[in-house]
T-cell receptor
């Protein structure tokens, strides 16, 4: 059973470009979470999605950031017009249900560098 | 609202010595508590979790943690450190019935041969 897949593992973008980060949850998991890890910081919750629905995006910056989890295909975290402060590791996690009773399984992360 | 404080951003122990990583939490609801480990350039792996059953929780790789409500603590221990335990460890909390994990800032564990 493959784990949570994320690609690309490393992404370099120049200021003003767009970044697209992909996440394929574990087989059988329909709940996806995105977290951001800034240097010397723990992970911060960004958004929680189920198929075709955003359940909670309270941790998402108000501008430039969006997320989706379509009926078919991976979940996408999109960052428009990236700035240097967006440089971070972005982790996706998945779970079979939407409560902490079941642990969240994390992917290897995408490390975004904005130059 | 929940928060997690991990005391000590860096901890060094000798190989074979006791590992103790500290975690204190605050939560307005009964908490679920987790310890995750992150090896360099990898994702997070769950070590153990507390979900209101036994207060002493045993996890993988010989780690265990004890939930102490009176002290609002969930410290991680291992009797004897191995070189392969060198990694960063994160404590996290979630409210019962919630899904959002709140993480501490992490503790980097170094193991000295």
């Amino acid at each position: 059973n493959a784990g949570v897949m994320q690609n690309p593992r490393h992404l370099v973008r120049r200021r003003g470009q767009e970044a697209r980060l992909r996440c394929s949850p574990m087989k059988g998991h329909s709940h996806v979470y995105w977290y951001r890890q800034l240097p010397e910081e723990g992970l911060k919750f960004m958004v929680y999605l189920q198929k075709e629905n955003i359940i909670d995006e309270s941790g998402m910056p108000k501008e430039r950031f969006s997320a989706e989890f379509p009926k078919e295909g991976p979940s996408i975290l999109r960052i428009q017009q990236v700035v240097r402060g967006d440089s971070a590791a972005y982790f996706c996690a998945s779970s079979p249900t939407g409560t902490a009773t079941y642990e969240q399984y994390f992917g290897p992360g995408t490390r975004l560098t904005v130059t | 609202a929940q928060s997690v404080t991990q005391l000590g951003s860096h901890v060094s122990v000798s190989e074979g010595a006791l590992v103790l990583l500290r975690c204190n939490y605050s939560s307005s609801v009964p908490p679920y508590l987790f310890w995750y480990v992150q090896y360099p350039n990898q994702g997070l792996q769950l070590l153990l979790k507390y979900t209101s059953a036994a207060t002493l929780v045993k996890g993988i790789n010989g780690f265990e943690a004890e939930f102490k409500k009176s002290e609002t603590s969930f410290h991680l221990t291992k009797p004897s450190a191995h070189m392969r335990d060198a990694a960063e460890y994160f404590c996290a909390v979630s409210g019962a019935g919630s899904y959002q994990l709140t993480f501490g800032k992490g503790t980097k564990l170094s193991v000295i041969p």
